[in-house]
């Protein structure tokens, strides 16, 4: 008896114990920047503390300008993705145009961010293809000149942005449409006289939101701190506050680690008054709800509404798929001047002179996203696991993971990278650890996690508990239960979440240049770092590659399970 009430007691522990490894690297990372920007740095000479490196901070040119750009973009950002996966949901939920979308989802997720604004600059720069249509009807011979890409206002930067949040946000949408009872609460609705997207947008998007939030505050977090899209899109006079950061930290003389320490606490700051000034925008628009559905106003005329729905979403989708092709057309053209559509003649030269290079990168970044992808899943698995059977429910209930769990899981997604990053390299230098493959597959872990998480919790949950009840009434045990009958009907949704887990530790930027040191280059890194040199032929093949990497995983996610399962489809329903 005793023996079996410890057991019981570690597995209610095992949750939290999970959670809290991938949450502890967020505090320990914090700490790192807290003691240098206060002056004390043993290691670069800072023994006393002080208030000096926030003078010099406070000193630096444009940097009210950088730290409200970064605002603005994680609120814009945010702001127009909810909006626009809301107002599609209202106006084609069940229908056929969100079955398309709901197919086209997984190989939009699979481009990474950089490879994602690389497409859009050849997109919409002043040489894009854009340019390029419009040359012949406008009478253009050379591109115009315009600044388009690094605009100061940070335009591109947050339409790149949300061409990647948009169908990351319409994913966990769809997630979590089944839960909100859609179809009850519309037909409700509409019996009073509702129209079709009134219906949906006053009874079940807050009740869809409410289950979305933490990834919407992660998008909020993501987009004020992103580092890579804004070395590609974003301004430079003046750039982003995350990306100056970049530079301070790697500048040679090392006296300005002070400096970027005071910085990523101001990162910090600004990325948390952003989820303020979110939460603030969260109660306006619940009162603005309540005001539209007390005044009796029925909103039934919402044909035209309903049409131009699509929109945003058709645009992100199309900005990404025009944007790859155009990667595709650059990484195989020979001299392609403006203004022709089209190259008049391809070459394989860029791909013989990329290939060599990007092999070590191309191993590095296989490795360590197979290897964080696994290990996230399996934690991932034992934390739901553990807590399904630790917590006893009513017959019927559903489990849902604690808030706190989730607030600890999730946490490395709200608190923005490099305010962390940054302190868990100085401390990785100061402790003398030197960096390696496995250091830096646990510091991806940091953020694959959760991501596997987001995607697995639901359909894990969701499964209906009475197979494996009777599994064990034929005399399986729990072990047996789990690996013959539960992970085998939900084979499907645990490789799609070690595909966004292998994708999201593709995308990894920040994490691999600062732990990586430039001693561990991954093919993302290479890419980024091909940005300043304007070479589109082999920028072009550098991010194919780095689309075409989780795309295989995407791909072999999606056909696994029916090749698995190849002899059993006499099983499936009519």
Not at 111 to 136: D, E, K, N
Not at 469 to 489: D, K, N, W
Not at 525 to 542: D, F, Q
Request: net charge positive; with cysteine; proline share 8%.
């Amino acid at each position: 008896m005793m023996a079996d009430r410890s057991l019981s007691g570690a597995v209610r522990l095992l949750p939290w114990a999970v959670a809290a490894c991938l949450a502890a690297p967020v505090g320990i990372g914090i700490a790192g920047v807290v003691l240098p920007a206060f002056g004390y740095l043993p290691a670069l000479g800072g023994t006393e503390f002080t208030l000096a490196p926030f003078r010099d901070l406070a000193s630096q040119p444009g940097l009210v300008g950088s730290s409200a750009l970064s605002l603005a973009t994680g609120l814009v950002t945010t702001l127009v993705s909810v909006v626009s996966v809301a107002i599609f949901l209202a106006a084609f939920a069940g229908t056929r145009p969100m079955r398309v979308a709901r197919r086209s989802l997984g190989p939009l997720l699979a481009i990474p961010h950089a490879a994602a604004a690389f497409g859009l600059v050849f997109l919409i720069a002043p040489s894009g293809l854009i340019a390029r249509l419009l040359a012949l009807p406008l009478g253009l011979t050379s591109p115009p000149d315009l600044l388009i890409v690094g605009d100061p206002l940070g335009l591109s930067l947050m339409a790149g942005l949300i061409a990647k949040e948009v169908p990351f946000l319409l994913l966990v949408a769809l997630a979590a449409l089944p839960q909100a009872d859609p179809e009850r609460r519309t037909i409700l609705a509409r019996s009073l006289g509702y129209g079709q997207m009134a219906a949906f947008l006053l009874t079940v998007w807050p009740a869809i939101y409410h289950q979305i939030r933490l990834p919407v505050l992660a998008v909020v977090a993501f987009a004020s701190s992103v580092v890579d899209v804004a070395l590609i899109l974003g301004p430079s006079v003046p750039p982003t506050l995350a990306v100056r950061l970049l530079q301070w930290m790697g500048d040679p003389d090392l006296s300005t680690r002070f400096l970027a320490s005071a910085g990523a606490l101001l990162q910090l700051a600004v990325t948390a008054v952003t989820l303020l000034v979110w939460l603030g925008l969260e109660r306006i628009g619940c009162r603005l709800r309540e005001r539209l559905a007390a005044g009796g106003h029925r909103y039934s005329g919402d044909r035209g509404l309903r049409a131009v729905a699509s929109i945003p979403i058709v645009l992100a989708g199309l900005s990404l798929v025009l944007g790859l092709m155009m990667l595709g057309l650059w990484s195989f053209a020979g001299f392609w001047g403006f203004p022709d559509p089209l190259p008049p003649s391809f070459s394989l030269n860029s791909w013989q002179r990329a290939l060599p290079r990007a092999e070590d990168p191309l191993v590095v970044t296989a490795l360590v996203a197979g290897f964080s992808g696994v290990i996230a899943l399996v934690a991932v698995v034992v934390m739901l696991e553990a807590h399904r059977r630790a917590v006893p429910r009513l017959a019927g209930e559903r489990p849902v993971l604690p808030s706190l769990i989730a607030g600890l899981l999730y946490l490395p997604l709200i608190v923005p990278q490099i305010a962390f990053v940054f302190g868990l390299q100085i401390l990785v230098v100061a402790s003398g650890i030197q960096p390696s493959l496995g250091l830096l597959v646990a510091v991806h872990l940091i953020f694959v996690a959760p991501y596997v998480a987001l995607a697995l919790v639901g359909p894990w949950y969701a499964l209906d508990p009475r197979y494996e009840v009777v599994a064990t009434s034929l005399g399986h045990g729990i072990f047996s239960a789990l690996f013959r009958v539960r992970m085998p009907l939900l084979l499907a949704p645990i490789l799609t979440s070690f595909a966004i887990g292998f994708a999201v530790s593709v995308g990894q930027y920040l994490p691999t240049v600062l732990i990586g040191a430039g001693r561990l280059t991954t093919i993302t890194t290479e890419a980024v770092a091909l940005a300043s040199g304007g070479n589109r032929r082999i920028i072009g093949v550098y991010a194919l590659l780095q689309t075409i990497i989780p795309a295989l995983v995407f791909l072999l996610a999606s056909l696994m399970p029916g090749l698995v399962f190849r002899g059993r489809r006499g099983m499936e329903a009519a």
